[in-house]
């Protein structure tokens, strides 16, 4: 059953989820009194949204201004992180978890329900994190508690005592891991380590829906980057971001003033049917280019490039490994207002169609 917010603050719409038989509805751009926001659900207006530079970042908890780092502090960051995460080390990560990965799949029962979260996403998840933050396995694990705290405040922004508990594990986590420029910081720790699972959990999710492209994938592994492309458009992860005008602008005919807060519904404009035929379907052979799951324009997400290869790198196995699994349990849906995922996922896993045939 979808969340049902107590605050007044948190609109029904985010209680989009992805059980949920309909979609997130697009709509024409409007101003939200209660929010003090302008909300953006169409492909094209999120896309013009991105795209102009008089729609800066704020903070997604609405009405309240918290300072973020002015614009060189932010573009040196982004530089350098971008530094960090360049082909080279991508590469190394890769080959590095590649080893891992089926090790773990291959331990996974046929015989016994499992759960792709706690026995599969998070172990590995965290062990890419721990191996691109440059901290040890036994500090990950240490650390991991206080990661998940983090997250949780940013799965429930209007949250206050989550948002409480997380300062002071972020506290703790960056005493850990200082900023280099080598490695990812803190924040990339987190992320790697809790919104990584969350993102491959949704992915999943959506795909054990989809038993016969499932099998198309186990048939053909040549199409998992395209695959992962479409479950990145379906299943989201964040359902919004925000932004704040610094001028007043045009927004494809709308008038937004100088001040004002807009909300960005990016998983609405991932099912935008202007944009995507039979956007509630998964589809793997879909090529109507770009969603929104990652950001988009000069503040798009820095590490899309290892969440892509990391999503591919993990689920290739279970893909190769087994048939396409089916659900054992009624998924528990946990997170709030700024994204949702699967608590657990336990599946059971049947032995590959080929492997099934040799027995
Ligand atoms: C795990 C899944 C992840 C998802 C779903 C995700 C999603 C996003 C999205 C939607 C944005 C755009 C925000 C906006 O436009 O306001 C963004 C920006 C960003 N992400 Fe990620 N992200 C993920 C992982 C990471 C990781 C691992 C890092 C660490 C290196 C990272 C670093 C950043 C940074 C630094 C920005 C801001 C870029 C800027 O303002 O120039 N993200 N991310």
């Not at 909300?39 to 903070?59: G, I, M």
């Not at 209007?158 to 080598?182: F, M, T, V």
């Not at 998924?331 to 608590?343: D, L, N, Y």
Request: hydrophobic letters at 40%.
């Amino acid at each position: 059953m979808p969340i049902k917010p107590s605050n007044p603050l948190i609109p029904s719409w985010s209680q989009d989820q992805l059980d949920c038989p309909s979609s997130p509805e697009t709509e024409a751009a409007y101003f939200d009194p209660l929010l003090n926001a302008w909300v953006l659900s169409k492909y094209s207006d999120v896309l013009a949204a991105f795209r102009t530079s008089s729609l800066v970042l704020s903070s997604p908890r609405l009405g309240k201004t918290i300072e973020l780092p002015d614009d060189r502090e932010r573009a040196r960051i982004r530089v350098e992180a971008l530094e960090s995460l360049s082909p080279v080390p991508l590469r190394r990560w890769r080959d590095k978890l590649n080893r891992e990965v089926y090790e773990v799949a291959d331990g996974l029962s046929t015989e016994k329900p499992v759960d792709l979260m706690d026995d599969y996403a998070r172990p590995l998840c965290l062990s890419l994190a721990a191996m691109t933050t440059g901290i040890s396995r036994d500090d990950g694990a240490r650390l991991y508690e206080g990661a998940r705290h983090v997250s949780a405040a940013a799965a429930e922004p209007y949250d206050h005592a989550l948002r409480a508990s997380a300062k002071a594990a972020n506290a703790e986590i960056r005493r850990y891991i200082p900023s280099s420029p080598e490695r990812l910081d803190s924040s990339g720790f987190v992320a790697l380590s809790q919104t990584l699972p969350c993102l491959l959990g949704n992915a999943w999710f959506a795909l054990i829906q989809y038993p016969l492209q499932w099998t198309e994938l186990h048939q053909q592994p040549a199409l998992i980057e395209q695959a992962i492309e479409e479950l990145l458009r379906y299943s989201g992860l964040a359902r919004t971001v925000t932004r704040i005008a610094t001028a007043d602008i045009d927004l494809n005919g709308c008038l937004i003033r100088k001040g004002e807060q807009v909300i960005l519904r990016i998983i609405a404009a991932n099912r935008d049917p202007d944009r995507f035929p039979q956007p509630n379907q998964v589809d793997i052979h879909r090529n109507e280019g770009a969603h929104f799951t990652l950001g988009s324009g000069s503040h798009s997400c820095v590490a899309a490039g290892l969440i892509r290869m990391a999503a591919a790198t993990i689920t290739r196995p279970l893909l190769e490994r087994f048939g396409a699994p089916t659900l054992v349990s009624p998924v528990e849906w946990q997170g709030g207002s700024g994204f949702r995922f699967p608590r657990s996922l336990w599946v059971r896993l049947p032995r590959a169609p080929q492997d099934e045939a040799r027995i």
